[in-house]
């Protein structure tokens, strides 16, 4: 392998661990935000009391 692979293989290895936690990270909030407003549409109302415990 020469110089040039392995710089090119280095630079390419660095954009893909940079780059692929930000797109999980994306898909993943996305993915909680439609399971949230799913399971939001179909909960019922809950007492809005907040209870004392003093």
């Not at 040039?4 to 994306?26: Q, R, Y």
């Amino acid at each position: 392998m020469s110089l040039m692979d392995g710089i090119l293989l280095t630079l390419l290895n660095t954009v893909a661990c940079l780059a692929l936690p930000k797109l999980l990270a994306i898909m993943s909030a996305k993915r909680q935000n439609t399971i949230t407003s799913a399971s939001a549409a179909t909960s019922e109302v809950s007492n809005s009391e907040i209870p004392s415990f003093s």
